[in-house]
């Protein structure tokens, strides 16, 4: 399902806009997850799994709302907390297309990293996103060997050469590396969400405290990072 199309829902839900019912709780709750990820897809120098089910649970949810705001006729005393639904569900809308767009922007600067299987990246993509990717892929290499490539000496004629060291000794193995991969080592702000213990990183041993803000490599925090342990900030 596409977070952004027009289609219908096809899950009915009963809910009053403004009420305190379980479905707004719920509503509530993954506009706070969305907002998480939306933070964590941003300060991740790689790309994180997609949230499906999320997106498609709020697309749903916000798709019935407007139907029902757009339906009801409000009574004028009604008027300022029909805004501010509206303005809720606006909110909603904008962090699925922050989120979406982020994930865009990192498609489209790693996108041969992300397409070699050996990195199992191209998993993590929505349906949309693999197929955005391919056809980026497609078009990219097409406008480069038409404008430059073709011109330049065969071995560097292709978009995914993995070039040897030994071509020249002075140079760093990761400097003829066509497709660099994402920066595991930079360092980033982040929190974990409930208290982790004890945990190592680069050799030191570190108790990791829920909320408490630290600042790491992200190399070493990944695998928290991915298991919904640790937020980014």
């Not at 909110?91 to 982020?102: E, I």
């Not at 570190?206 to 803000?213: D, I, N, R, W």
Request: glycine share 4%.
């Amino acid at each position: 399902m596409d977070p952004l199309d027009d289609t219908e829902p096809t899950e009915p839900l009963d809910s009053t806009p403004g009420g305190s019912s379980q479905y707004d709780r719920r509503y509530d709750s993954d506009v706070t997850l969305l907002r998480k990820a939306l933070s964590n897809e941003k300060m991740a120098p790689e790309i994180l799994d997609f949230k499906t089910e999320l997106l498609e649970r709020l697309q749903v949810a916000v798709q019935v709302e407007e139907k029902v705001l757009t339906e009801r006729q409000p009574r004028p005393e009604d008027t300022l907390a029909t805004d501010l639904h509206w303005t809720s569900l606006n909110r909603a809308k904008y962090l699925m297309r922050a989120y979406l767009r982020t994930r865009i922007w990192k498609i489209e600067n790693n996108v041969m990293h992300i397409l070699m299987p050996e990195h199992g990246l191209f998993e993590r993509l929505s349906d949309h996103e693999r197929d955005y990717a391919t056809r980026y892929t497609g078009a990219l290499d097409e406008h480069l060997q038409a404008t430059v490539l073709s011109k330049m000496p065969e071995r560097f004629q292709s978009l995914v050469q993995q070039m040897s060291p030994e071509d020249d000794s002075d140079v760093s193995a990761r400097d003829f590396d066509m497709v660099p991969p994402p920066n595991l080592d930079t360092y980033v702000f982040c929190r974990p969400v409930e208290d982790i213990g004890n945990f190592e990183v680069d050799g030191e041993e570190f108790e990791l405290t829920a909320m408490k803000l630290y600042m790491m490599r992200y190399r070493s925090i990944q695998p928290l990072v991915q298991s919904g342990q640790m937020d980014l900030l």
